[in-house]
């Protein structure tokens, strides 16, 4: 009876307190052997208290046996549903071995790493969460390389320790032991209404948590990396263009002015018999000029750097009306949210590529444009009444067509998304979100 009473102090068991209050009854019970049952009373009434104990003992026995499976199901489906999350590998590290201080006296876990050095416990919980970065002393290095070398759970009593036992579950995602979880408690077997193979099973799957883990923490950096390059060639490529549409502008556009000027003076002084041929080469000229100014806002337009997204997209789709003759509906907001100019650019790329791509294959005879503020996002939203989209945004990628997937490398580099896809009711509708706040590297 004690040593159940001591089993539910230390894991607050009810079945245990169950038991030893029924073994401390049968105690007392059997002090009045020498005296009633001597004398031949009680008889029968105290076999039937004698049977009545043992039941109650036989049923606390296997409430105890249920309520440790019980502890470890619960434990094993914790680990599951863990195993399923992607994060960093110390977080998913956390959370596993938060999940162990639901069996049985349990007080802390920890994490051990083996390494072709001196290895260290990742993470720690409950009374091990100051061995984060420490190696272990040489008591519980003694049962973790135990464990390395069976590859099978193993106990240590240890009575200095922070708690009387010390357990260690090695882990082997590919067949070789990579970590070790150790688990200090009261109990001498955490792991005791647990089948071994079933353990090592589990040991694998924890493994290959912590190995899809770190390969999503990799994921996750490398993504990062080529969101920055995809940013930075970006960054390049609209400087060039930027360069390209100055240097037009400032040398190029400058010639053919001086040119004019020249066409223009010779034409004064002319006989009247040269001034058709100086005019065929002044109209020669202004068309000159005119395709150099349309290839420099094609480039780079002056009216988004000198006014801003709204009076640039407002200029753009008035372009492409007058050009086109298609009957553009353009809706806008008296001011949008401050963008850092790279949204701004994006935003009126996007809005170029799609008035290319309802020109080119839509066969549409009008245009809604709508530009909204929404939920910390500017909207941009396109509807023609065409023909449809012919495919999906990623096979037009793999059949070698890159407006639109370069259109949403370029979102998606900024944070933001681009969805294309049919109409409500015919033509086909492109949205792209872009965040008011963006941190651009």
Request: glycine share 10%; aromatic share 4%; charged share 25%.
């Amino acid at each position: 009876g004690w040593t159940f009473l001591q089993h539910k102090r230390h894991l607050r068991s009810g079945a245990a307190g169950l038991l030893a209050v029924t073994l401390f009854l049968w105690a007392l019970h059997h002090l009045d052997y020498p005296f009633l049952r001597a004398r031949g009373a009680w008889n029968p009434w105290g076999y039937y208290l004698d049977i009545l104990l043992s039941l109650t003992v036989g049923v606390g026995i296997l409430l105890l046996v249920l309520e440790d499976v019980r502890g470890g199901l619960n434990t094993l489906s914790e680990l599951s549903g863990h195993m399923q999350l992607r994060g960093e590998g110390s977080n998913v590290i956390l959370r596993l071995l938060e999940s162990t201080r639901q069996l049985g006296g349990v007080r802390g876990s920890a994490m051990y790493e083996l390494s072709d050095q001196n290895g260290v416990f990742l993470a720690g919980t409950g009374t091990c969460v100051r061995w984060k970065g420490e190696p272990p002393d040489t008591a519980t290095d003694g049962v973790i390389l135990q464990a390395v070398r069976t590859g099978k759970p193993q106990v240590l009593r240890g009575p200095k320790r922070p708690a009387q036992y010390v357990a260690a579950m090695p882990i082997a995602p590919r067949g070789d032991v990579s970590h070790v979880m150790v688990i200090v408690g009261d109990a001498r077997d955490p792991f005791a209404a647990l089948d071994e193979r079933f353990l090592l099973a589990l040991a694998q799957q924890v493994g290959a948590a912590i190995d899809n883990a770190e390969l999503h923490a990799k994921l996750v950096a490398r993504t990062n990396d080529l969101e920055r390059l995809a940013r930075r060639v970006v960054r390049q490529h609209e400087e060039e263009r930027q360069r390209l549409s100055r240097e037009l502008h400032d040398e190029t556009a400058q010639v053919f002015s001086a040119l004019k000027f020249q066409l223009g003076t010779l034409r004064d002084n002319a006989p009247d018999s040269e001034k058709e041929d100086i005019d065929r080469s002044l109209s020669l000229v202004d068309i000159g000029l005119k395709s150099i100014r349309a290839v420099t806002r094609a480039l780079r337009p002056p009216i988004l750097d000198d006014l801003g997204a709204i009076p640039a997209l407002q200029a753009l789709s008035e372009d492409v009306q007058r050009t086109s003759g298609i009957s553009i509906d353009l809706s806008t907001p008296a001011q949008l949210p401050k963008l850092p100019e790279e949204s701004e650019l994006a935003l009126f790329r996007a809005l170029q590529e799609a008035y290319s791509n309802v020109l080119k294959h839509a066969h549409a005879s009008s245009i809604q444009v709508s530009l909204r503020s929404e939920n910390g996002n500017v909207v941009l939203e396109v509807l023609d009444d065409g023909d449809g989209p012919p495919q999906e945004l990623d096979n037009l990628e793999r059949e070698g067509h890159l407006g639109l997937p370069g259109m949403r490398e370029r979102i998606s580099g900024l944070g933001g998304s681009v969805r294309f896809g049919p109409g409500v009711e015919s033509g086909a509708r492109l949205v792209v979100r872009l965040p008011v706040q963006q941190t651009v590297t």
